[in-house]
């Protein structure tokens, strides 16, 4: 038995939100651009929703989704072909995900979660001798983060999470 009682409906329920962040892109171009690659820091920001269920009083897991409002950079590439630079750039738009994030509370406000989700993206590439092109992309996600309750229905989180995604289809 914890030796807090949390605060009833912290973390459960419906919740409703908006995310900023920075995200660190990076593409392998291997098997098409002599094995280069590129990688790049930029913002994001999206909307999610989600639905916390009290398991108990302690664990709460949530289910819900993410949408980036933004499209993020890839970075750019350099090439030659018959003599002449090629460029190629990259960015990742469309960026949505589903989750599940099974959490414990580990003070009243506070909450430890992990988070584990499947992600999918369009990915628009520019190369100036070949012109550009749009590409399916679809992956896991993994993750941690720390969320804490300043009201029942204001909640501020900090999280982390890894992002792979398949080649193009």
Partial sequence: TPGFAAEPGTFAGFTL??????????IDYSGYIDGK?????????????????????????AVGGTYALNSTQFGEVTYQ????????????????SVFIAPGIR????WLG??????????????????????????GTGYGAG??????????????IQHVRFSSAS
């Fill in 17 to 26: 939100g908006a995310s900023a962040g920075v995200s660190h892109n990076s």
């Fill in 37 to 61: 690659s590129s990688s790049k820091n930029d913002f994001i920001g999206g909307v999610n929703a989600a639905y916390g269920f009290a398991l108990s009083e302690s664990f709460v897991l």
């Fill in 81 to 96: 072909e018959n003599g002449q630079a090629v460029d190629v750039n990259g960015k990742l738009k469309n960026h949505w």
């Fill in 106 to 109: 580990f003070a009243p406000q």
């Fill in 113 to 138: 979660y992990a988070k584990l989700a499947y992600h999918h993206a369009k990915s628009d590439y520019t190369d100036t001798l070949m012109g550009s092109s749009t590409s399916s992309h679809h």
């Fill in 146 to 159: 720390v969320a804490y309750a300043v009201t029942r229905n204001i909640e501020v989180n900090a999280e």
